[in-house]
């Protein structure tokens, strides 16, 4: 099993808006619109990707506003986890994740709400490559530039768990530089993120 654990659990402060309630609106970088048009969040349109893809479970994170997001975005389908540590940082709601893996998961994906731009394409091939080699790490690369989503394999959960507070999942990205493996793709997307209202104008055309 493959477990795709959405982190959405952040503040927000660069942003001053819930990230995963922004709305996703069609742009150069951007997927076709999906069912119900233009007039979805971040967070229900990576959901939608995700559904749409080989990954066999999807794992949403929350925090800041958990009630605000879970009573405005569609969650369905997903498994929906209350990280109340959210305040210490994104690992602190990577390990919720994890600890609430099932016992058959093969690896976890993960995947970021401020970076609203993956596809079905790269997800699947992230999926099938990992299948294929069960490499340790896999990560996504346009033009030799890394970005998300990263998959890490069950024999590297114990690290995340303990990876210092401060450094998160890059500590155990790179004190695992040998057992990466670089997955080349095409779509410039993957190293797209939207943290501030100047990255959205950039990326969407409209203020958020």
Do not use: W
């Amino acid at each position: 099993m493959i477990n795709a654990i959405v982190l959405a659990a952040g503040q927000s402060k660069r942003m001053g808006k819930l990230k995963p309630l922004l709305r996703f609106v069609y742009s150069a970088e951007a997927t076709p619109p999906r069912e119900g048009g233009n007039d979805h969040t971040f967070l229900e349109h990576i959901i939608s990707v995700l559904k749409n893809s080989d990954v066999d479970r999807i794992t949403v994170v929350l925090g800041a506003g958990a009630d605000k997001i879970q009573q405005s975005a569609d969650l369905s389908g997903t498994n929906i986890i209350i990280n109340k540590n959210y305040q210490k940082g994104q690992l602190s709601s990577l390990i919720a994740g994890i600890k609430e893996n099932p016992e058959n998961t093969e690896a976890i994906l993960l995947c970021l709400v401020d970076n609203p731009f993956i596809t079905e394409d790269v997800i699947n091939k992230i999926v099938r490559t990992f299948k294929e080699t069960n490499s340790p790490i896999i990560v996504p690369v346009f033009e030799k530039e890394r970005g998300h989503p990263t998959l890490f394999s069950k024999s590297l959960f114990n690290e995340l768990l303990n990876a210092p507070q401060d450094k998160g999942a890059r500590h155990v990205l790179y004190s695992n530089e040998d057992k990466v493996l670089e997955l080349e793709v095409f779509e410039r997307g993957i190293l797209i993120g939207i943290n501030t209202e100047d990255d959205y104008k950039l990326h969407f055309g409209v203020n958020p």
